[in-house]
């Protein structure tokens, strides 16, 4: 109960403050979880964007900064379904496992595959995570595009969802690097298509 009414306030806000607009709403799975959201990250506001956007409850990574501003911001985004990961940390298998006990929980998992924010709206590379949760969760994943308009106030935030990419296609041995660097390309090509087709905004 209190988890909707937290998302309900998120999308007044979001509703009122900026002008969303999502395409491709036929490509939202009927199920309210146990698969993986796999988004370009461009801004703070793209976990929230995504939570509103989708129905379900989530799970996302959020750099360990966050959770030291304040104790009032740290036990909201808790209540979210953040988690602290700490950026550069060699072990990342902690961080996996929270996730694929989301999945197992039914919730819904929210990635950025890049690993960071980008500057200039640009796609990088991804990393490996995003295929090793979907590997071993045997989870499907839906590759998502947000892009943000220039003006300041009802600034224009424009989501495109992809197809969802199947859960067979996540079929791989874990401990081949190439397998796993092949198929989180592949989740980023997905992106980039859905980035390619999304029209402009002022």
């Known amino acids: 109960m209190f988890y909707a009414f937290l998302r309900k306030c998120a999308k007044l806000f979001y509703v009122i403050v900026y002008n969303i607009t999502v395409i491709g709403k036929e490509n939202i799975p009927a199920a309210k979880g146990g698969y993986i959201i796999a988004s370009n990250h461009v801004s703070n506001n793209d976990p929230p964007v995504v939570g509103i956007t989708f129905k379900g409850k989530y799970t996302f990574m959020a750099k360990e900064e966050l959770f030291h501003k304040n104790p009032i911001f740290t036990w909201l985004i808790k209540q979210l379904g953040a988690f602290p990961v700490k950026r550069g940390a060699k072990d990342g298998a902690q961080a996996i496992e929270k996730a694929l006990e989301s999945l197992k929980n039914g919730r819904i998992f929210v990635i950025f595959p890049e690993g960071t924010r980008s500057k200039d709206g640009t796609l990088g590379r991804a990393k490996s995570g995003v295929t090793l949760v979907a ?12 892009k943000y308009g220039r003006k300041r106030f009802r600034r224009r935030i424009q989501v495109s969802i992809g197809e969802m990419i199947p859960a067979e296609r996540f079929d791989i041995n874990i401990e081949d690097k190439r397998a796993l660097k092949q198929v989180s390309s592949a989740i980023m090509d997905e992106i980039a298509k859905l980035q390619e087709n999304a029209p402009d905004v002022d």
């Not at 590997?135 to 947000?146: E, L, R, T």
């Open 135 to 146: 590997a071993q969760a045997k989870a499907p994943v839906v590759p998502v595009f947000i």
